[in-house]
């Protein structure tokens, strides 16, 4: 145990001097990328500008995407009504998708319980 501890206090004082060494660098060429998304002057006030424009943007798009919803319910609903129609092939994927959400799901709730299961600690 104390081997892996040394092994990992090493490696974390490898990562902190590239970081220490390349970082700045880094920094200064992700700004440089980037630099259209940079408001002049960076001030609270404008922050809290962008912020507020951001947050009622996302709120006007709600109709929007309530519409494509609704969309998207109806022809889940026209499918259903055309439930002879539908081929295997079709069939067999909406199942595998559902049973990849529920899996998703599953490992969700394991991985958010610290890869327990059923909350015990094995």
Known sequence: MASKL??????ANQVTQFVAEHGTAYY???LEENKQYIQEPPTVEKCNLLSKQLFYTRLASVPLRYEAFRKELDSVKHLRRRRGDLKVEDVGIA???????????CIGEIVGRGFTIAGYHV
């Open 28 to 30: 200064k060429k992700l």
């Open 95 to 105: 199942a595998l998708f559902g049973l990849e959400c529920y899996g998703w799901f």
């Open 6 to 11: 040394h092994q990992l206090k090493a490696k």
